[in-house]
């Protein structure tokens, strides 16, 4: 089993491959005399290293080198024709690639498409091995056509916008404030996946539009219950003094509307699922609960900062009567207030938890008795 070292470059080392240890040793002598600073003396040496170290290990090993000039096609031919001549005259089983640059390793492809490669030996100063290292991501960053665009074209946009905005704006505070705010909101907008969803979104809108799905109205109508809440939230909210009370205000007047709207979505959801596959995810059908038991648990505690800030009055319960049995009027406390929405909360999760094991259960059921 014979292993080949070949040292690869595009710099025209050689206009010819050079084979064998005598006539690789002469050429890097010739290549430090004339240049000692020349990298590819580096890679060369590397590869008569690697190839004692296999002769030490009692490995059949052949050392080789191949170049190729001129412009990136001509370069890349001239390669593959020296490798060729190196693999007729030493016929070997695999390679070790040794290179000397990020360019240089661009060539392991056209070994590995004649030979088995064991390994890539990259070679590098040193003394420079930060500046190429840089190089090197950087080399492959620019490469990167989608890198570029989403980096680069922000940069690029932000660069050329703030000194327009210091003309424009009264102090280099706002220029700064506007510029970094705009950076965060397109931080966010790619964090976040949101051009993926912009462009997903059509193609799935036109999709329930053909196939029917509930789920569209149903989504439509969220959306209006959202604004409606989000709306009644803020007027009262908007007269407030204390920032901590006025979105608890909100809070604790939109969270109905919101988890109506929240209702109306899954309802569509459990509609499609129903209609599509006959059978409803677990997720699906808890999902009605797990919104109403979070709304009150919500608006429990808005409304105890609400009750402790004097902006809501305490819970006033009506007089009851079922038969013989009759309740006063009375009122409830604030923890006592609070306490019960948790307990509502809780018994929400509970009675999901259950129906859920139910529904599944008997799906289960069905499934083992069905032929």
Not at 41 to 61: I, P, W
Not at 99 to 116: C, D, Q, T, Y
Not at 131 to 141: A, G, M
């Amino acid at each position: 089993m014979t292993t080949l070292v070949v040292c690869v470059d595009r710099a025209g080392l050689t206009d010819e491959p050079v084979i064998g240890w005598e006539a690789v040793r002469a050429l890097v002598t010739d290549i430090g005399i004339e240049d000692p600073g020349d990298s590819r003396v580096n890679s060369t040496l590397e590869a008569l290293k690697v190839t004692r170290d296999l002769r030490d290990e009692n490995e059949d090993a052949e050392v080789a080198v191949v170049s190729g000039g001129g412009d990136a096609v001509s370069a890349d031919r001239a390669v593959a024709a020296g490798l060729d001549t190196i693999i007729e005259r030493v016929n070997p089983d695999s390679a070790v690639v040794v290179v000397a640059s990020a360019e240089a390793e661009r060539l392991v492809h056209i070994v590995e498409s004649r030979l088995r490669v064991d390994a890539v030996d990259r070679v590098v100063v040193r003394q420079s091995h930060d500046i190429e290292s840089t190089y090197y991501v950087l080399k492959q960053f620019l490469a990167d056509e989608e890198l570029r665009s989403t980096v680069l074209v922000p940069l690029g946009a932000t660069l050329l916008a703030f000194p327009i905005l210091l003309l424009l704006a009264e102090s280099v505070t706002l220029a700064v404030a506007i510029v970094v705010a705009a950076l965060g909101v397109f931080l966010l907008y790619k964090g976040l996946g949101v051009d993926e969803l912009a462009n997903d979104l059509p193609g799935q809108i036109r999709e329930a539009f053909y196939s029917g799905q509930v789920s569209l109205v149903t989504y439509v109508v969220a959306a209006g219950l959202t604004l409606i809440g989000a709306f009644v939230g803020a007027i009262p909210a908007t007269g407030m003094d204390d920032p901590f009370l006025a979105v608890m205000e909100f809070v604790y007047t939109a969270v109905p509307w919101l988890a109506t709207a929240a209702l109306a979505a899954s309802a569509g959801r459990l509609a499609d699922e129903l209609l599509e596959d006959e059978s409803v995810r677990s997720a699906l059908l808890n999902l009605p609960f797990g919104v109403v038991a979070v709304g009150l648990v919500v608006r429990g505690f808005a409304g105890y900062f609400l009750e402790r800030g004097d902006v809501l009055g305490p819970a006033r319960v009506p007089a009851l009567s079922f038969g013989p049995i009759s309740v006063a009027p009375f009122e409830l406390a604030t923890l006592e207030r609070l306490a019960l929405f948790v307990a509502a909360s809780l018994a929400v999760s509970v009675c999901g938890i259950l129906v859920v094991s139910y529904i599944t259960d008997r799906e289960e059921v069905g499934e083992l008795s069905s032929p």
